[in-house]
Structure formats: structure tokens, C-alpha cells
């Protein structure tokens, strides 16, 4: 599986449609095969889209995502995990390990309602999610 984590320095990035840069991770039998790192330009949105799936990516972890990306990737059967925060790495240590899933709907109705809880999510403090 070729999964997609928007990254900005060593974090995930706040904003999916803002990353500049996303790290390709083929992921077979729970270890990661191959690492990749590729830019990303924002300025056409379904471009970007577009480019991502054309990579083959088929799971995207990330921050926060606009509900109309969220559907256009949805359309394109590119799963997303998102409105996850903290470093990468840690990150996809919890996704290899199956401790991160897809807790809340893409659209995350609940996040303002129940804010955001933060430590011992994934078995380290520095990850969050949102509970909704």
C-alpha cells in the first residue's frame, strides 16, 4: 500500500492543502518498503488532486483537510486518516503498529463540540486526534 503523509519539517503537516512537500511510504506486511519524498503546488487544487492520485497513493494521513478535498479524494478511492498531528515518524509508528485508524468521519463534525485530547492516544504523548 502507498500511503501519503503531507509533512512540513519533521511534523505532519497542520493543513493537507498547504503542505509543500509529501513523504511516499510503500507499506507491505507492516514495514515500510521504500521512502519518498516529492513537492506538492497548491496553486490548482485539483491538479494537485490529480498528481497525488496518479502516484498511486491509496492512504492519506494528515491534518486538517477541507471537506471538499476530502470528497474529491473519497471519489477517487484514496482513504484518509485525517486530523492527526504530531511527528511523523511517531505517527506512523502508531499506523504500522494499527494503534492509528480512522477515528472520526472525514468531515469530523464533533472537533469544535469535544476539542481536541492530547497524550497516550497511540502510547506516546506527542500525537493527537481528534475524538469526536
Known amino acids: 500500500m502507498l500511503v501519503g503523509i503531507p509533512i512540513f519539517q519533521d511534523r505532519i503537516a497542520p493543513r493537507l492543502d498547504c503542505a509543500s512537500q509529501m513523504l511516499l511510504l510503500q507499506v507491505e506486511n507492516g514495514q515500510v518498503q521504500t521512502k519518498k519524498y516529492v513537492s506538492l503546488v497548491w496553486q490548482n487544487p485539483l491538479l494537485t488532486v490529480n498528481q497525488i492520485r496518479e502516484m498511486g497513493v491509496e492512504l492519506i494521513i494528515c491534518g486538517a483537510v477541507p471537506c471538499f478535498l476530502a470528497r474529491i479524494f473519497m471519489y477517487h478511492g484514496i482513504r484518509l486518516i485525517p486530523w492527526v498531528r504530531g511527528e511523523w515518524q511517531e505517527v506512523l509508528g502508531a499506523f504500522l503498529e494499527g494503534k492509528l485508524t480512522s477515528i472520526c468521519s472525514w468531515s469530523c463534525p464533533g472537533r469544535h463540540r469535544h476539542g481536541w485530547k492530547k497524550g497516550n492516544v497511540f502510547g506516546c504523548?506527542?500525537?493527537?486526534?481528534?475524538?469526536?
Open 125 to 132: 504523548c506527542s500525537v493527537s486526534v481528534c475524538f469526536c
